[in-house]
Structures are given as structure tokens and as C-alpha cells.
């Protein structure tokens, strides 16, 4: 999938493209950290060493390489959208997901709990810069524009972040059932409307192919959370929604038990989805890189794409900034 860049803010590009296969959450309330919004916990899935201890008595591998301020609180805070299954979203009160189940097998690497929360998508990479979450995880796609903290036009609007990244995808078109307006790319999208996550990367997409459909006008309604542009779509208020693959597949496979939405034409724009840091915070974010190796490299990593059916969108290694 294409990290949400989806998952925080134009994604189109950067992929708010948050997969490779996608449980039961086709609607689900999304709530991303708004660039100002209020952060509200929405549950936490904590990385094994509950009540391990906050000091240099912690017996897990990596726990060392982290900073003092983490190895004291024994507690890395993420923010998330928890709207988007299967990487994050709420089941029961809690967070679960790919993203959730890879930070509990960093959290055994590390030694501490990752403490999830959920807001508004494009409000995530201000909560880093604020300090008010450590880690972003939330299929965010990892591009130069957020690296570099600019806008759409170039201009800079923020300090920018870093990125480990850890899975990769593309995104692909969800309609109605039986696609009553008989769409297979984004090149047939002109003269319609669509519905889409507001900040993400997909916007970016539908923003771009407006530009190319000219006079026959390309309608795009854009929403805080993706279960908002889907409902969109399932009413007949719009003809698609763009998502990344894995999660696409998933709304369309458990949503009304199929009975909703489906998949059409062709994956575009693979890109990779990272986990963001502040860029003041490069021992956290090194730390992160080096456990994300050792879960890759144990198997842990791949037993996690391989229960949410994401195989896939797996990564070979770690790497740091690798997106365009």
C-alpha cells in the first residue's frame, strides 16, 4: 500500500500510501491527530517487557541503544489513525492491527511498551514536532515532502521528519459493488466524483488526475477519516475511493461480507511506508532501525505480514529515508 501518507497529510505521495492484504473494519471511525487537534487514547498494545525495568537491569537486546528519556519511562508513545485495518484500527476498545503487532515485536527488542493513540491523520508529524508522541505508525508513506516538511507548492511548513522504513505497497481504486460506473483507472475517474481521505497521498493522486481531466471536471470530496469516503461511496454519493492495496482488499473482502465494495484495475505508485521520527531524535529512530533488522531477521516480522495476510508488502531490511 502506499503509506497513507496516507497516513498523515498528502499522502498521495507519501502514502497518510499506511499492505498487501486487508478484518472486519470497512467503516471504521478513524481519528487521526489533527495538526492542532487533541490526542484521545483509543487503547495501547505494549512491545513485551510490561513492568520491565526502567534501567540498566533490562535484559532485552537492544534496550541499551535507546535514549535515557525512553529507557526511563519504559514507554514509547506512537501516534496512530486507528481507522485503517487491517494496519490500525479499534477492535474491543483497543488498537490492533499489522503496525500494532510489529511494534510489540520491536518492544521485545527494545525493552519497553509502545503506548498507541489515536487522532487525525494530518495531524500526526505535528504531533512529533510538538513532542507530544515519540513514533508515527500509521502506513504513513515515506516521501521527500515530508522529509523535508513542505507543502504542496514547496513550501516549508514544518522541521520535517525521519523515517525507518518497513513495508511497502501500492495503492488501488475501491468502488461500489458491481461498479455501476464501470471504472478500471484513474483515467476513466474524469467527469465523476470520488471521496477521500483528507491529508493523505490519495488525495494528492485524485488532485493530480484532476489537473489532467481539464473541463471534464474530476469532483473530489475529501473527509477527516477514509470509513467517511467509504460510506461515501457504498450511498452512491461517489464512484471511488483510493486506498493502498492491502487495505483496499480488506474493505472489500470483510465489508457487508463482501457484499459492499470492490477492487479494480491496476496497483500504482509502490512506495515505501515508514515509521516517523522527529529529526532531533536520532538515537530513537536509529534504535528503531536496528530493532526492525533483528525482528526481520528472527522471523517475528514476517510471522506478523503473514497472520493479516500482507506477505507481500514485506521489506528486505531496514532502511532510513528511502522514499521519493
Do not use: H
Request: charge should be neutral.
Amino acid at each position: 500500500m502506499t503509506a497513507r501518507s496516507t497516513r498523515c497529510t498528502t499522502a498521495a505521495k507519501t502514502r497518510t500510501s499506511r499492505l498487501a492484504a486487508v478484518a472486519a473494519i470497512a467503516v471504521a471511525g478513524s481519528m487521526l491527530l489533527t495538526a492542532c487537534g487533541d490526542q484521545t487514547d483509543s487503547g495501547s498494545t505494549g512491545g513485551a517487557a510490561t513492568g520491565a525495568p526502567k534501567d540498566g537491569g533490562n535484559s532485552a537486546p537492544l534496550f541499551a541503544k535507546l535514549p535515557d528519556d525512553i529507557r526511563k519511562a519504559g514507554v514509547i508513545k506512537v501516534g496512530t489513525d486507528a481507522s485503517y485495518a487491517p494496519m490500525e484500527f479499534t477492535e474491543n476498545g483497543k488498537i490492533v492491527g499489522v503496525d500494532p503487532d510489529i511494534a510489540a515485536a520491536l518492544g521485545k527488542q527494545l525493552g519497553v511498551k509502545f503506548e498507541f493513540v489515536s487522532g487525525t491523520f494530518d495531524g500526526l508529524i505535528t504531533s512529533l514536532e510538538t513532542g507530544r508522541q515519540d513514533l508515527v505508525m500509521s502506513s504513513m508513506t515515506d516521501n521527500k515532502k515530508r522529509q523535508e516538511g513542505l507543502d504542496d507548492d514547496g513550501k516549508k511548513i514544518g522541521k520535517g521528519v525521519d523515517f525507518v522504513d518497513y513495508f511497502s505497497s501500492g495503492v488501488s481504486l475501491l468502488v461500489k459493488k458491481g461498479n455501476p460506473k464501470g471504472v478500471t483507472s484513474l483515467e476513466g475517474l474524469c467527469g465523476q466524483t470520488v471521496a477521500v481521505q483528507r491529508g493523505t497521498i490519495y488525495e494528492d493522486t485524485f488532485k493530480a488526475q484532476a489537473e489532467k481531466c481539464g473541463g471534464n471536471k474530476l469532483t473530489i470530496q475529501a473527509f477527516d477519516t477514509d470509513a467517511e469516503a467509504q460510506t461515501r461511496v457504498k450511498a452512491g454519493g461517489a464512484v471511488a475511493d483510493l486506498n493502498d492495496y492491502p487495505v483496499a482488499a480488506y474493505i472489500a473482502k470483510t465489508s457487508g461480507g463482501g457484499k459492499d465494495f470492490e477492487v479494480v484495475g491496476n496497483q500504482s505508485d509502490v512506495g515505501l511506508m515508514g515509521i516517523a521520527v522527529s529529526k532531533d531524535k536520532t538515537q530513537l529512530r536509529d534504535a528503531v532501525k536496528e530493532a526492525l533488522d533483528a525482528i526481520i531477521k528472527d522471523g517475528s516480522y514476517a510471522e506478523v505480514l503473514k497472520k493479516w495476510e500482507v506477505e507481500d508488502s514485506a521489506v528486505a531490511s531496514a532502511t532510513v529515508n528511502a522514499g521519493k
